[in-house]
């Protein structure tokens, strides 16, 4: 088995088994939205849905980028995909890295079959995209047939990996490239750290329109990697575990920078995906709680969890008065001191 098959299926079962969340909170706890005790509407008026790099979401979810590149990730992505399309979500691959290296392995990142009519995101680590070059990156998005794609960023991560990568100059302007010359929209993600004011500031500078801030207060990568590999590993990851800015502050940010965001890390509830999209988010992302799902029963349990997150966003909408998304940006709220003190962050000339 190759070493970056290998390692994959290790994070899915540490990912499933151990603890991998964050103490911290993604600071959503402290966005409190008004009770509106006389919202005068009915149920059916209750309208989740969203739309997103023009296609329509019948509740503002993405599932987000997990798995593939092994045969075992296949049924994950199945079982995610169909969810998916039963509810009409948006939904992320894995990493394709491994597809890079070993293009056999493509069928265990297909989607469409089971999902013809889902959004659906590739995947790939700005460092690798920098290495393959844009026409590279295009023919993976191609070969599954995915609407738009995520060059994730990991840097913590692949510091605490023994085997991770160490260079990571040339990324913004390998993503600037990738802007210009893909096929496919652009998401720029980061994978559980967030994205701070100045570097929002500098990818809306090369015209990326949308990121996935993928904060602190959910998974942990650097935590993730603590639980596995020498002695120096476990030690830097649990030394960086709690790293990172938090979902809601990075999600602040965005907003002031101009550039529409999709929330995801540590989203953990209806609540939270509701305080996402009054906050200015255009969608809220999962990615643990569905792997969770699948793990514990799968494909049914997937579509479970989907189908009840779906119910009690409207109900959460229900509650502020609201009958479509975009009036969330409106609804009354109050603030805790935490989130406050982060949105008071000035940002830093660079
Ligand atoms: C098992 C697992 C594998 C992941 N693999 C990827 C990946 O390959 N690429 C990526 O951009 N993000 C990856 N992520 C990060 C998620 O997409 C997400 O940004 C992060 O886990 C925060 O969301 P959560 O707190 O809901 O899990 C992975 C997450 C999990 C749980």
New binding site residues.
């Given amino acids: 088995m190759s070493e970056v098959r290998e390692r994959?299926l290790a994070?899915?079962e540490?990912?499933?088994e151990r603890d991998?969340?964050?103490q911290r909170s993604t600071l959503f706890s402290e966005v409190q939205l008004l009770h509106e005790a006389l919202p005068e509407l009915a149920w059916h008026e209750v309208d989740a849905s969203v739309e997103l790099l023009g296609r329509r979401l019948q509740a503002p979810i993405v599932i987000?980028?997990?798995?593939?590149g092994a045969p075992e990730a296949r049924a994950v992505n199945l079982a995610l995909a169909t969810a998916a399309q039963k509810v009409g979500l948006a939904i992320?691959?894995?990493?394709?890295?491994a597809m890079l290296q070993d293009p056999s392995l493509a069928d265990s990142y297909r989607m469409r079959d089971a999902a013809p009519d889902v959004l659906l995101f590739a995947?790939?680590?700005a460092v690798q995209a920098r290495e393959a070059g844009p026409e590279r990156v295009a023919a993976l998005a191609r070969a599954i047939g995915a609407d738009a794609l995520?060059i994730?960023l990991?840097t913590a991560q692949e510091l605490v990996q023994d085997e991770g990568d160490r260079d990571f100059r040339g990324l913004l302007a390998t993503i600037a490239t990738l802007v210009e010359e893909l096929p496919v929209p652009l998401i720029v993600?980061?994978?559980?750290c967030g994205f701070g004011p100045a570097t929002l500031t500098r990818l809306r500078a090369i015209g990326v329109a949308l990121v996935?801030v993928?904060?602190a207060?959910?998974?942990?990568?650097t935590g993730?990697e603590a639980l596995r590999g020498s002695a120096r590993q476990r030690a830097l990851g649990e030394t960086l575990r709690e790293w990172g800015i938090p979902?809601a502050a990075s999600l602040l940010f965005a907003e002031r920078a101009g550039v529409a965001a999709i929330a995801?890390?540590?989203?953990?509830s209806a609540l939270d995906v509701v305080r996402a999209l009054a906050l200015g988010a255009r969608a809220a992302?999962?990615?643990?709680?569905?792997?969770r799902a699948y793990a514990s029963g799968g494909a049914p349990a997937v579509l479970e969890s989907a189908e009840r997150l779906a119910e009690s966003v409207r109900a959460v909408m229900a509650l502020t008065g609201t009958r479509r998304v975009e009036d969330l940006r409106r609804v009354p709220r109050v603030l805790g001191p935490e989130l406050a003190r982060w949105a008071a962050l000035e940002e830093v000339p660079s």
């Fill in positions: 994959k994070h899915l540490l990912c499933i991998v969340e964050s987000t980028g997990m798995t593939g992320g691959v894995g990493s394709q890295r995947n790939l680590g995520c994730h990991n993600k980061e994978t559980g996935d993928a904060g207060g959910g998974t942990t990568w993730v979902t995801s890390g540590g989203i953990r992302g999962l990615a643990l709680p569905f792997l």
